[in-house]
């Protein structure tokens, strides 16, 4: 169980246009779902924290003109990068969180790559 | 603030031998969580282990083990007769209690273990 997926998991666009990125918890209700960025050889960087219902917590540094994000339902959180370029080209995660008693845990989906030529 | 320091960037070793990947931590909290995850080439984050600040006893699963000492603020992974399977990113990382608002992660700059036959 839990099992979150990211679609597509590749992408490759021109410099200028707008790519989406879906996350999708499949078997369980996400309320929060968080957006990571990791670019080569590094760590990964939260951008934002999406809440069903309510408008994203963007990380500092982060535009959030730049990078939508949408949690329209409990099981579907989407990130929109508008338009795009070259620097933006990035390995990005999405996690969707379970709650527990006590702690909510943090489920990773399989990763979206974005080439922005 | 919370901080996770992984001082190793890159470590080699030959199959079979042992391997340690040091974590050091910051956090003002005294209950927090620690992780371990692992990030082969395909770029999926696989989880190992979580620990509650509370529970100080190393784990053993496998060929894996960990070792937390609240003393010294560390969480170290140790990888027994290690196998080419092995060669991955892995990152430690860091949590604040479930506060009924979101448990947010500071990862790691993540340690790159390149096991050879």
């Known amino acids: 169980g839990a099992v979150v997926s990211q679609h597509p998991s590749r ?3 021109k410099s200028g246009t707008s790519v989406k990125i879906e996350c999708r918890s499949l078997d369980f209700q996400a309320t929060t779902m968080f957006w990571y960025r990791q670019f080569p050889k590094q760590s990964l960087m939260l951008m934002a924290t999406s809440n069903e219902g309510s408008k994203a917590t963007y990380e500092q ?3 959030k003109d730049k990078f939508l994000i949408n949690h329209a339902s409990l099981t579907l959180s989407t990130l929109t990068v508008t338009s795009a370029h070259p620097e933006d080209s990035s390995f990005y995660i999405c996690s969707a969180e379970l709650r527990g008693v006590g702690y909510n845990e943090q489920f990773f989906g399989p990763g979206t790559r974005l080439t922005v030529l | 603030a919370q901080k996770v320091t992984q001082a190793q960037t890159e470590i080699s070793v030959v199959e079979k031998e042992d391997v340690t990947l040091d974590c050091v931590y910051e956090t003002r909290d005294t209950t927090y969580y620690l992780f371990w995850y692992k990030q ?3 770029g999926e984050l696989v989880f190992l282990i979580r620990r509650n600040s509370f529970d100080e006893q190393n784990e053993i699963s496998g060929r894996y083990s960990w ?3 609240k003393s010294t603020s560390s969480f170290n992974f140790t990888i027994t007769a290690s196998q080419v399977v092995d060669s991955a990113v892995y990152f430690c ?3 604040d209690i479930y506060t009924g608002a979101n448990s947010k992660l500071t990862f790691g ?3 790159t273990l ?3 036959p």
């Open chain 1, 11 to 13: 992408v490759i666009c």
């Open chain 1, 61 to 63: 540094g982060v535009e």
């Open chain 2, 40 to 42: 082969p080439p395909s």
């Open chain 2, 67 to 69: 070792n937390f000492q």
């Open chain 2, 93 to 95: 990382a860091l949590s």
């Open chain 2, 109 to 111: 700059k993540g340690i």
């Open chain 2, 114 to 116: 390149s096991v050879r």
